[in-house]
């Protein structure tokens, strides 16, 4: 039963996630640290979610990260990500990864070169195609990722995004219907990995010895993450939809409410 989180009142189960130690707050990046936009790169945390995350990120036994759909790469430019970064990432829906202190890591173990150069191929022949297939429908985009490929429709009418999707599935199942297919909000997303966002967090959990996770998302792929979630963690919807999170709220900035309840309980227990 997933229930609307009230700001003005004392919440006992967002309190006692508060208090757990190690605790890992994990967030989808689109529409949940950050409004939803037009041009995908163009999208930034809200002030307040990003001051909000600093200040978790400055506690013990507290790991912050974003979990995303976004290749690395376009995970780290969006989320001002640098080098010195205490913010853990796990981008292409949990097929890869950054560690504070590590860097970039290949948490997968030994891959099959040959496979992966042939996907690589095969991903830069399909993104020339679709490109180029996308031309026939104004306002569509093609983001280019790093293991697979992303349509998004926010900039187009509704029927020219639905004959787009229709016209790249058509695409998809003939040259590679080996390839995970995602939908979202305004968004048709094909990769050659299978790993869903439950990946993520169970790396997560396992690489900070977490004792709770707390996770926050808007989209249908998020929802993979948030039936990872066990007894004492907490899922967090961000908008409409139908969930597995216990919480549902409105918006990113009370996403931000959200996460500066947590730290206010958090740094209280240190003094």
Do not use: C
């Not at 967030?27 to 936009?37: K, R, W």
């Not at 970064?85 to 290949?106: I, M, N």
């Not at 996770?215 to 919807?237: H, K, M, N, Q, S």
Request: glycine share 8%.
């Amino acid at each position: 039963m997933t229930r609307r989180w009230n700001p003005e009142e004392p919440d006992e189960t967002v309190l006692a996630l508060a208090r757990t130690s190690p605790l890992v707050i994990a967030l989808d990046f689109d529409g949940t640290a950050s409004e939803l936009v037009g041009d995908p790169m163009a999208a930034r945390a809200v002030p307040e979610v990003a001051d909000a995350l600093a200040a978790l990120a400055a506690l013990p036994e507290t790991t912050v990260a974003f979990v995303s759909g976004r290749s690395l790469v376009h995970l780290r430019e969006i989320t001002e990500h640098h080098d010195g970064s205490p913010v853990a990432l796990a981008g292409s829906h949990g097929a890869q990864y950054w560690f504070p202190g590590e860097g970039e890591v290949d948490v997968a173990g030994a891959a099959d070169t040959t496979a992966d150069v042939d996907a690589d191929e095969l991903r830069e022949a399909l993104s020339d195609e679709i490109e180029t297939l996308l031309g026939d429908f104004p306002g569509m985009r093609l983001e280019r990722k790093t293991l697979g490929l992303g349509i998004h429709g926010r900039r187009a009418d509704p029927v020219v995004e639905q004959r787009a999707f229709s016209a790249v599935d058509e695409v998809m199942a003939q040259r590679a219907a080996h390839w995970r297919r995602r939908t979202g909000d305004r968004i048709l997303e094909y990769s050659s990995r299978h790993e869903g966002k439950d990946v993520a967090i169970t790396r997560l959990r396992e690489k900070y010895d977490a004792a709770a996770i707390l996770f926050a998302g808007d989209d249908v792929t998020d929802e993979d993450a948030l039936r990872a979630l066990r007894p004492g963690d907490l899922g967090v919807r961000v908008g409409p939809g139908e969930t597995a999170a216990a919480l549902r709220v409105d918006s990113p900035q009370q996403i931000a409410q959200l996460l500066g309840v947590i730290a206010t309980e958090r740094a209280s227990r240190r003094e």
